[in-house]
């Protein structure tokens, strides 16, 4: 289970310096689990129980729309966190789903946890601080690139800022993800790679 620490640990440190006495506290406080392919992780009309790390595997996030089709809001394309971000953090109910679309490997922490290391953890608060901001600009930047982009250019920005997401994830989630109808994407492909 070491290495499920390790890979956090290397994430954090991308964003902020954390302590040995911060280390062991994640130790404690995040459970290993691993969860099989095709696992609805969190369910949407509930208030999320966990956050969520990714250490490997794939997952995505997704809502279903008022015509009953479900729409991917966000892809993982390595290790992270992966959590209905905002209703873990207020403990509210989600109208997302999480879904495991490989079989996954994952650090999970309660609220209660949460809570209770952020009173001791030196690094805590604004590494969540920070984390939020990404969170944000990455949510600020998909909806410009909706707004902004052609389906064809939504493509070939995913196939070069994230190959690992076109190798690992079904068309018909990245698709949903980019805005894109399955058939048209499908075309968008053909076209790209004849």
């Known amino acids: 289970m070491d290495h499920y620490y390790e890979t956090l640990f290397n994430y954090i440190t991308q964003i902020i310096e ?15 689990v691993s969860v099989p392919k095709d696992t609805i992780l969190e369910q949407a009309g509930k208030v999320p129980g966990y956050h969520n790390f990714i250490v490997s595997g794939y997952m995505r996030n997704f809502h279903v729309d008022h015509k009953g089709e479900e729409i991917t809001v966000d892809l993982n394309d390595g290790p992270r966190f992966f959590t209905s971000y905002f209703h ?14 490989t079989d996954c490997e994952l650090l999970r922490i ?46 070939l920005k995913l ?7 076109i190798k690992n994830i079904p068309l018909k989630y990245i698709s949903s993800y980019l805005g894109i109808k399955p058939e048209s994407l499908s075309r968008i492909r053909r076209e790209l790679f004849s």
């Not at 954390?18 to 290993?32: A, G, L, N």
């Not at 873990?88 to 679309?101: A, G």
């Open 18 to 32: 954390i302590p040995e006495t911060d280390k062991e506290q994640c130790r404690h406080s995040f459970m290993p």
């Open 88 to 101: 873990f953090m207020n403990q509210t109910v989600s109208n997302e789903s999480l879904h495991c679309i």
């Open 110 to 155: 309660t609220m209660a946890d949460a809570q209770a290391t952020a009173k001791t953890s030196s690094t805590q608060k604004d590494f969540t601080i920070k984390l939020f901001q990404k969170i944000q600009e990455e949510n600020k930047q998909r909806i410009n690139d909706l707004a902004t982009l052609t389906a064809e250019q939504r493509y």
């Open 159 to 165: 196939v070069n800022e994230k190959p690992n997401i």
